[in-house]
């Protein structure tokens, strides 16, 4: 039976690997953080480790600064293959393998093994997770480092103070470890792993560290697990060790950061004020049903409602909505799926805790645990998410992604005991119905943008929002284009233009991956024998006027490309004898800047951002 288990445990992963890899290095998405990325590990490759920030990326709309601990392993990728897209990206592939096993440990802490191989075979092929993969991002891994932390602290929570027990081996490796582990027991060993992977997911999302620090304190104050003192220390020690950086940069900027989080999670708490809390309420439990009802089924089964002025009430969103018949199916559907999930849980957990209390054996603690983790879990980001309810995105439900799951999970154990004769027949047609439907999804969302070179190709996301996307395959595409050009004309420089969403990524590429002489296009500041390239997203370019305004005084096009979602156009300047030549731009290396990061009478995007070289400046 053991063995049974583990080789279906070997096909799902098989399964999730399969999507997770299909056509891989040719469908990953390069944008504008991408690219951002992308340069800064560039930077930390060419000028050594000393460029390392000290700070991550930026919270969205906001001069706070989360960890740098998001940009290590894209670093040490791309010094192991080399930079490119396909490295920067390789970490998130691994991450989200490794969530795959990992969840299914972590669902074993409750549920039967038939249950959790259902659950992690649908969470395997579920697109949702599936779309995370093909892009590096700072959100993407916290699924796998909360599944890590979360299991940890579980496992932390029932542990014993004894000995840990080691397989006996003469091999070198084996001898190695247990040199190092023969001192530790079970509770100071699993400490170890909950600390890292706690500290490094609140790192890559501001939800993630607001809300899990929130979660632990709750877990720990209601179980009433003891932590001693030497664990409460090893905790700690692992934590400020992640967070030695942003400690270091606080120091060399006086707080800065710190204060620009306070300031940003005032200004969230404050945003939409007008709105009002029945409409927001609403929001908030429509978004968490809509979001988990994608996850499970890989589908729009419910879509976002058509939205009113922040100042409108729930009245006039529920007025605008229901003259629509297919936006009225929605409201409906949402709050039907809302009311199912709440009443299993409800129905599962008064069930529960009626048997815990006539057995108080270790398994029932251990499990009991379990569900008032996944509670306190689902109920800490319910009121998190509250003042953001009118403006949510589905990277915010990364930290919540294994809920709807275990929610799931809870309606199958009631389905089965209110119909003990066919309740386990009827839930295997159905899982395998979903776990079908799930995969076939994704693999059409995989087939869709593979084929992004066809004409007319749909840039619908299904979850994802679209951001007209643009594929690694794309890129080379356009890039050697561009490239040949050049090789026809290699005494010219080389200008573009395109959308925030793609100049970075086809600045960089040019710029760093092809090593050619390109910036920019500046219409007050044009190159008598530049070769001028536009890149438009193929639906403004049919549906709109071909170039923008301030090109179009200036420019003739000269060639049309079509790539599917982007269309590159070659550009030719009009009176060209008006115009000067310019010398070769050079591209190479980055200059040191003299503007240091604690410079405060700077403007704070004046200011380098610190580095590991300023940490010397800290004993000044």
């Known amino acids: 039976m053991k063995n049974k288990t583990i080789i279906i445990l070997i096909a799902i992963c098989c399964v999730g690997i399969f999507l997770r890899t299909y056509n891989f290095s040719n469908n990953?998405?390069?944008?504008?953080?991408?690219?951002?990325?992308?340069?800064?590990?560039?930077?930390?490759?060419?000028?050594?480790?000393?460029?390392?920030?000290?700070?991550?990326?930026?919270?969205?709309?906001?001069?706070?600064?989360?960890?740098?601990?998001?940009?290590?392993?894209?670093?040490?990728?791309?010094?192991?293959?080399?930079?490119?897209?396909?490295?920067?990206?390789?970490?998130?592939?691994?991450?989200?393998?490794?969530?795959?096993?990992?969840?299914?440990?972590?669902?074993?802490?409750?549920?039967?093994?038939?249950?959790?191989?259902?659950?992690?075979?649908?969470?395997?092929?579920?697109?949702?997770?599936?779309?995370?993969?093909?892009?590096?991002?700072?959100?993407?891994?916290?699924?796998?480092?909360?599944?890590?932390?979360?299991?940890?602290?579980?496992?932390?929570?029932?542990?014993?103070?004894?000995?840990i027990k080691i397989i006996k081996s003469h091999n070198f490796l084996f001898l190695k470890i247990k040199n190092l582990l023969k001192n530790l027991d079970n509770k100071t060993f699993w400490i170890i792993p909950f600390a890292f992977s706690t500290a490094w997911a609140m790192q890559l999302h501001t939800v993630a560290l607001i809300g899990l620090p929130i979660i632990l304190f709750l877990y720990f104050i209601i179980t009433r697990v003891k932590i001693s003192l030497k664990h409460f220390a090893i905790f700690g020690s692992v934590s400020i060790f992640l967070f030695f950086p942003l400690i270091c940069n606080d120091i060399l900027t006086k707080g800065e950061n710190t204060q620009e989080f306070l300031k940003a999670t005032i200004r969230r708490n404050a945003s939409d004020e007008q709105a009002t809390m029945p409409k927001k309420s609403f929001m908030n439990v429509y978004n968490f049903t809509r979001f988990y009802t994608n996850i499970l089924v890989s589908k729009n089964f419910i879509s976002d409602p058509i939205r009113v002025e922040s100042s409108d009430g729930l009245n006039d969103l529920m007025t605008k909505n229901f003259s629509n018949s297919v936006l009225q199916n929605n409201i409906f559907k949402a709050i039907l799926i809302f009311i199912f999930l709440m009443i299993s849980f409800y129905f599962f957990a008064r069930n529960y805790f009626s048997k815990l209390k006539d057995n108080f054996s270790k398994i029932n603690i251990q499990k009991n645990r379990f569900v008032l983790l996944m509670l306190i879990w689902q109920v800490v980001y319910l009121f998190l998410f509250y003042p953001l309810s009118l403006d949510v995105d589905s990277r915010y439900f990364l930290v919540v992604l294994f809920v709807p799951f275990i929610l799931l999970g809870f309606a199958i154990i009631l389905f089965e005991k209110y119909f003990p004769k066919y309740g386990k027949k009827i839930i295997f047609v159905g899982m395998l119905f979903l776990i079908i439907l799930n995969f076939w999804q994704s693999f059409s969302w995989l087939k869709m943008i593979d084929n992004d070179d066809k004409k007319d190709v749909e840039i619908n996301e299904f979850i994802l929002e679209p951001y007209y996307l643009v594929t690694n395959k794309q890129w080379k595409k356009i890039t050697d284009v561009i490239e040949n050009r050049f090789d026809e004309n290699e005494f010219s420089n080389i200008y573009v233009h395109s959308s925030p969403y793609h100049i970075r990524s086809l600045l960089y590429l040019l710029q760093i991956e092809k090593e050619l002489p390109v910036t920019e296009i500046n219409v007050e500041n044009l190159d008598r024998k530049g070769l001028y390239f536009l890149l438009r997203e193929a639906d403004k370019f049919k549906n709109k006027v071909k170039l923008p305004k301030d090109l179009k005084d200036k420019f003739e096009i000269v060639e049309e490309i079509d790539f599917g979602t982007v269309i590159l156009i070659e550009l030719d300047l009009k009176n060209k004898d008006n115009f000067v030549e310019k010398n070769r731009l050079n591209n190479n290396g980055y200059e040191v800047s003299v503007n240091r990061c604690f410079m405060l009478e700077l403007g704070i995007e004046e200011r380098a951002k610190c580095s590991l070289r300023d940490l010397k400046f800290i004993f000044k």
């Open 28 to 163: 990953i998405f390069f944008e504008i953080d991408q690219a951002r990325d992308y340069r800064i590990i560039d930077k930390v490759l060419t000028n050594g480790i000393g460029e390392f920030p000290l700070v991550g990326p930026k919270a969205g709309g906001t001069f706070f600064r989360l960890g740098s601990l998001f940009y290590l392993p894209a670093l040490i990728s791309s010094k192991i293959f080399g930079l490119s897209v396909f490295s920067m990206v390789l970490p998130e592939l691994i991450f989200s393998i490794l969530t795959i096993p990992a969840f299914y440990f972590l669902l074993k802490e409750f549920f039967s093994k038939r249950i959790s191989l259902y659950l992690i075979a649908l969470f395997s092929v579920s697109l949702f997770v599936v779309e995370y993969t093909y892009f590096s991002w700072n959100p993407n891994s916290i699924p796998f480092f909360l599944v890590l932390s979360f299991y940890s602290l579980l496992r932390y929570s029932r542990a014993e103070n004894k000995k």
